[in-house]
Nanobody
Framework: QVHLVESGGGLVQTGDSLRLSCVAS????????IAWFRQAPGKEREFVTVNRKSGGSTYYSDSVKGRFTISRENAKNTVYLQMNSLLPEDTAVYYC???????????????????WGQGTQVTVSS
């Protein structure tokens, strides 16, 4: 069982940066793939990025590649999402999710993740 709590969201302007945090508790953090998804108003939840396991590979959606960076600090059971050059279309609720069983072909699928945080709102004004 894993409990996830996101923080760091807020209201920023186009071009600004934000760093989101996802703190995990309840299980061996390093063995879990941790992903970030986001959901904009009126849209489906979409994949943003994932770090497979501690020391594992990382993947990004095309819409954030080059602007967002996922990182993990195992000593603090925390995964970060550094978001640079933010755009209005990045406005969404951002969720972190965890899975100990996700396979490579399912990394971008919501259904592959068993544990979810409550989300944190990111709003980018133009």
């Amino acid at each position: 069982q894993v409990h996830l709590v996101e923080s760091g969201g807020g209201l920023v302007q186009t071009g600004d940066s934000l760093r989101l945090s996802c703190v995990a508790s309840g299980s061996t953090f390093r063995n879990y793939a941790i992903a970030w998804f986001r959901q904009a108003p009126g849209k489906e939840r979409e994949f943003v990025t994932v770090n497979r396991k501690s020391g594992g590979s990382t993947y990004y959606s095309d819409s954030v590649k080059g602007r967002f960076t996922i990182s993990r600090e195992n000593a603090k059971n925390t995964v970060y999402l550094q978001m640079n050059s933010l755009l209005p279309e990045d406005t969404a609720v951002y969720y972190c999710a965890a899975s100990s069983t996700v396979i490579l072909s399912s990394l971008r699928s919501q259904s592959a993740y068993q544990y979810w945080g409550q989300g944190t709102q990111v709003t980018v004004s133009s």
